[in-house]
């Protein structure tokens, strides 16, 4: 059976860390760009990182971008989003989805029909 699951989130203190991951079972992650995704109640999802294949391009939104990394385990099947210095702004449900390029796709983009979705982890920043 083909699914994304994900784990790790939370609830942390401004200024605290959290890492998510997103375990793949029915299908290699290495062979799909991996995309992270949130929603905020009342807002839109919004496309927050994503790695291409074999690592060699990732993409991360301005209002993550120093404070969050991206990577994978291909032993593991499973890839990560390290998020630090967390805002209250950050709080969110956390998706994970994976989409299989065409030959000539190298780099990832948020914008595409992501073929594998998780269920979504809940990150709640606060004090």
């Known amino acids: 059976q083909v699914q994304l699951v994900e784990s790790g989130g939370g609830l942390v203190l401004p200024g605290g860390a959290l890492t998510l991951s997103c375990a793949a079972y029915?299908?290699?992650?290495?062979?799909?760009?991996q995309g992270w995704f949130r929603q905020a109640p009342g807002k839109e999802r919004e496309g927050v990182s994503c790695?291409?294949?074999?690592?060699?391009?990732?993409y991360f939104a301005d209002s993550v971008k120093g404070r969050f990394t991206i990577s994978r385990d291909k032993a593991a099947n499973t890839a990560y989003l390290q998020m630090n210095n967390l805002k209250p702004e950050d709080t969110a449900v956390y998706y994970c989805?994976?989409?299989?390029?065409?030959?000539?796709?190298?780099?990832?983009?948020?914008?595409?029909?992501?073929?594998?979705w998780g269920q979504g982890t809940q990150v709640t920043v606060s004090s």
């Open positions: 029915g299908f290699t992650l290495e062979h799909y760009y």
């Open positions: 989805a994976a989409y299989r390029p065409g030959v000539f796709e190298r780099m990832c983009k948020m914008n595409v029909p992501y073929n594998y």
């Open positions: 790695i291409s294949q074999r690592e060699k391009n990732t």
